[in-house]
């Protein structure tokens, strides 16, 4: 989609579509809906009064003008109420707009900057947001679809400013919010896309491709071969029930003045995670295709990293394997001794993610970083804790780290919440044979995993991100699931991740 900035009034757009909005509550509207309802008429003022529009989060009503103007359309999104006003709020109306103009068979749609000015959101965040939406909300996985979808998708989207001396900032929060978007979609690709199509070859490949696409990108995979020279026995163990080769995919974005901290991002790449010998049961099994979210997320922020240059050496890493059983399967009882040489006994085969972090988080150590964060879909427990599209759990060793990641939550609308690690999830995974435990049990299972992977992140500030109940969208369509999520992947972190690398880069000292 062909996204612009035009100065002047919307009402004045010659498109298939133009979008307005209301708070809700509001009788009289004023601004861009005001002008527009003045040129209709009044049209949205008497749908107001009868009751018909109310603003209301998830609205969206249509008029015809009918010549009044040169639209051929007129949509009002609903904000909610000006007091709840947020950029997620923003996101959706936006999605919603979107959305609604595919549903027409729209093909040019123009809108104004939902909530410009109110809620204390500047200009530019306003703008990055409502494109956000736009794109988010018209993602739709399709590539393995022989039949054409029945609504093609929008091809021109423009952004309208009246005042000419703020197009710079719609510009930049627009800029912003596209590269943003489509990392997100295609982290979303990647969630989405069948494990046969999806393999760690496969996500290694597309690594390079990213890197091959900016000057200041380095690409490294490491084969099983590199990975034992390195004695990564954890992340060993867990590939050598699978016939498609493991990899281990080092991005590394180093500008000429990296002045900053060196930040490593690291992703659970399980691009199918069956369980091994300790096996899932079949009823939505297809769904671990997704057990890659956080690889995916980690990929695709390097790829928005690059398209916004950061002035930040950041380093993504993703341990990419099936988890399979199999004669050569590793199996419970088994002990595997991880790059840092701690030895560690395999409980349940299924708690894979943990024993391929170890090894990445090992690995981190190198770069002498200032910080490093892992995004994984590890645990099932955080889903039971935090609930399915909620939040992702947040732990960490640095209490500075985890607030900036938090805030970053909060801006971008991937929201962390902040989750105990206390030593006693420790005493948890003990073991008879080796220094520790891959499972602690049912009971405190997102806090032991957490704990486990505490003990490999050793020598720099550390946060881990369970994303399991954020990386794969299953609600039913509206009116429960947020507009710009579509069922299946939702490329959570990327938006999230991307917020905090900027604020990181942008930070004086
Ligand atoms: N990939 C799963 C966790 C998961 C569950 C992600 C549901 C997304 C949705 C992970 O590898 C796993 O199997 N975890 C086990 C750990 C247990 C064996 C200690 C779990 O959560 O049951
Ligand atoms: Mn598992
Ligand atoms: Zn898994």
């Known amino acids: ?83 709840a006003f947020s950029l997620q709020a923003i996101r959706e109306a936006a999605a919603t707009a979107a959305k609604k103009a595919r549903e027409m068979g729209v093909r040019s749609f123009s809108s104004i900057v939902h909530g410009a000015g109110a809620g204390g959101f500047s200009l530019e965040s306003a703008s990055q947001a409502v494109v956000e939406g736009t794109i988010l909300g018209l993602y739709r996985y399709q590539e393995l679809k022989n039949k054409p979808p029945d609504r093609f998708d929008p091809e021109r989207f423009t952004l309208v400013q009246f005042d000419p001396d703020k197009v710079a900032e719609v510009e930049a929060g627009a800029s912003m919010g596209e590269i943003v978007a489509e990392a997100t979609c295609l982290a979303r690709d990647l969630v989405n896309r069948p494990s046969n199509y999806a393999t760690p070859s496969d996500l290694a490949e597309l690594a390079m491709e990213i890197a091959g696409e900016f000057d200041e990108m380095r690409c490294q995979i490491l084969s099983e071969d590199d990975a034992d020279e390195l004695e990564m026995g954890a992340f060993l163990g867990v590939a050598q029930g699978s016939d498609e080769p493991a990899t281990f995919i080092i991005l590394e974005h180093k500008p000429e003045r990296p002045d900053l901290d060196t930040v490593v991002i690291v992703g659970k790449g399980i691009t199918f995670d069956t369980g091994g010998i300790s096996l899932k049961p079949t009823e939505k099994m297809d769904r671990m295709r997704g057990d890659m979210g956080g690889g995916a997320a980690v990929l695709a922020t390097m790829y928005a990293v690059g398209q916004l240059d950061l002035s930040l050496h950041v380093v993504g890493l993703v341990p990419a394997t099936e988890n399979m059983p199999s004669g050569q399967a590793y199996k419970p009882g088994d002990v595997l001794e991880a790059m840092n040489g701690k030895t560690i006994e395999v409980i349940s085969t299924d708690a894979e993610g943990r024993l391929i972090l170890a090894d990445a988080l090992a690995y981190a150590a190198r770069f002498e970083p200032g910080a490093v964060v892992d995004l994984a879909t590890l645990t099932g427990a955080c889903v039971v804790a935090l609930g399915r599209g909620v939040a992702a759990g947040l732990f960490g060793t640095d209490e500075d780290l985890l607030a900036r990641l938090q805030a970053a939550g909060e801006v971008s609308g ?30 405190g299972g997102v806090g032991t995993s957490a704990m486990f992977l505490k003990q490999f992140a050793e020598g720099y500030p550390w946060a881990h991100i369970d994303i399991a109940g954020m990386a794969f969208e299953e609600r039913p369509n509206t009116p429960k699931r947020p507009p710009h999520l579509q069922k299946g992947g939702t490329g959570f972190g990327v938006r999230l991740l991307v917020q905090f690398l900027r604020e990181w880069a942008a930070q004086s000292g």
């Open 1 to 83: 989609m062909d996204i612009r900035i035009v100065v002047g009034g919307i009402q004045d757009r010659e498109d298939d579509l133009i979008v307005v909005n209301l708070f809700e509550g509001v009788q009289t509207p004023g601004g861009a809906t005001g002008a527009v309802d003045q040129a209709l008429g009044g049209a949205i003022r008497e749908a107001i009064a009868a009751g018909d529009l109310r603003g209301k989060r998830g609205e969206v009503s249509v008029f015809y003008p009918r010549g009044a103007i040169p639209a051929a359309r007129v949509a009002v999104v609903g904000l909610g109420p000006q007091g």
């Open 414 to 443: 991937e929201r962390l919440w902040p989750m105990p690690l206390y030593d006693d999830y420790l005493d948890k995974l003990e073991s008879l044979t080796a220094d520790l435990a891959n499972s602690g049990g049912r009971d």
